[in-house]
């Protein structure tokens, strides 16, 4: 049974004011995201790598650099290409000035240990060979180089990809896109206002100006993997709240054993792949990360409720022939399912 100790009080209680300043850090940047920016914060708080899809031009990558500037430590990025092979990421050869050959260590060595945002922009566009390297760095955050292995204790990869273009891009495989513990839908805001604040407001025609002024290092990045820890094992998950939570998993798998329906579908048939045990991991994590966010010591039902469709989706897999109605069946799932498990 998870105990809370006085010094884990203390901790819980202060670190809140690191979480607010973090999210208010990054509304300041980015304007009407909010229901994103929360979730982010929630996938930074639990170490889980982020994925941002949306439209073009909606504010994703000027999100993830503002984060990342929140967050402090090293920061690197790079732009998938067609082109870009593994070794990229690891080395680079070059004339040095005595004009022999050289080889200087890549966008992951450089840093070091320090290295706590990688930041992969338009991660679609790189091949799968890039996909796998990875893979590994997400999975083991390390990678081998010059025979020895180097590792990144503090590192979060947040990437994103546009979904309208498809020239020249390259599906993420399923093994990728389960190492993201959340992928997350950036749509333009809806507010009249906000859209009108985008237009006519000058501090948004220069994002990179917008993004220089972010305040820097509101959280420790150095201490963040000891009080992600600290939340996983002070926020407690009663007996019914774990059953509740196997439910959930258990119907987005198997829709038909729990008695749910989706209009001209066959769920008995519908679902090729569903939450697996990264997925279920990633859910629990996730709903202890939200429940200290919302100032409790414990969850309930709506913390389950808040993060299951950023961290479910992407992990829902359908049969073929429902591929082309895809988006739309695994909403239609999500939300029957969350209507079909009883809340304890």
């Not at 201490?223 to 119907?251: K, M, P, R, W």
């Not at 008995?268 to 709903?287: D, E, F, H, T, V």
């Not at 709506?302 to 073929?320: G, M, Q």
């Not at 429902?322 to 695994?330: F, R, S």
Request: aromatic share 8%; hydrophobic share 40%; glycine share 6%.
């Amino acid at each position: 049974m998870n105990r809370t100790t006085p010094s884990h009080e203390t901790q819980l209680s202060d670190w809140q004011k690191h979480a607010q300043a973090f999210k208010e850090t990054i509304q300041s940047t980015v304007i009407g995201q909010d229901d994103v920016i929360h979730l982010l914060t929630v996938a930074v708080f639990c170490r889980g790598h982020v994925l941002l899809e949306g439209d073009v031009g909606v504010g994703k990558t000027t999100l993830l650099r503002s984060a990342a500037e929140c967050i402090g430590g090293d920061f690197e990025r790079i732009e998938g290409t067609i082109d870009l092979m593994p070794h990229d990421l690891v080395y680079y050869t070059h004339i040095d000035q005595n004009g022999k050959p050289a080889v200087s260590p890549g966008p992951l060595l450089k840093h070091g240990d320090k290295l706590s945002i990688f930041f992969f922009n338009e991660i679609n566009r790189a091949r799968p060979q890039m996909h796998s390297l990875l893979l590994r760095v997400m999975a083991e955050r390390s990678v081998s180089a010059f025979n020895k292995p180097y590792y990144f204790p503090h590192l979060q990869v947040f990437a994103d990809r546009n979904r309208i273009e498809k020239d020249e891009t390259f599906e993420l495989p399923a093994a990728a896109r389960d190492r993201f513990m959340m992928e997350l839908l950036v749509r333009r805001p809806e507010s009249e206002q906000q859209l009108k604040s985008l237009m006519f407001d000058t501090r948004y025609y220069d994002a990179d100006k917008l993004v220089a002024n972010t305040t820097r290092a509101v959280l420790p990045y150095e201490e963040l993997n000891d009080f992600a820890a600290v939340i996983q094992s002070s926020v407690q998950t009663s007996d019914a709240l774990q059953h509740y939570g196997y439910q959930l998993c258990e119907a987005l798998r198997s829709p038909a054993n729990f008695g749910i329906s989706i209009a001209d579908t066959d769920t008995k048939n519908l679902i090729q792949g569903g939450m697996g045990p990264r997925g279920m991991i990633y859910l629990a994590q996730a709903s202890r990360a939200q429940a200290w966010l919302s100032g409790r010591d414990y969850v309930i039902p709506e913390d389950f409720h808040v993060v299951l469709t950023a961290i479910a989706k992407h992990r829902i897999f359908l049969n073929p022939v429902y591929k082309h109605q895809q988006d739309t069946l695994i909403n239609e799932l999500i939300t029957a399912v969350l209507n079909a498990v009883a809340c304890p």
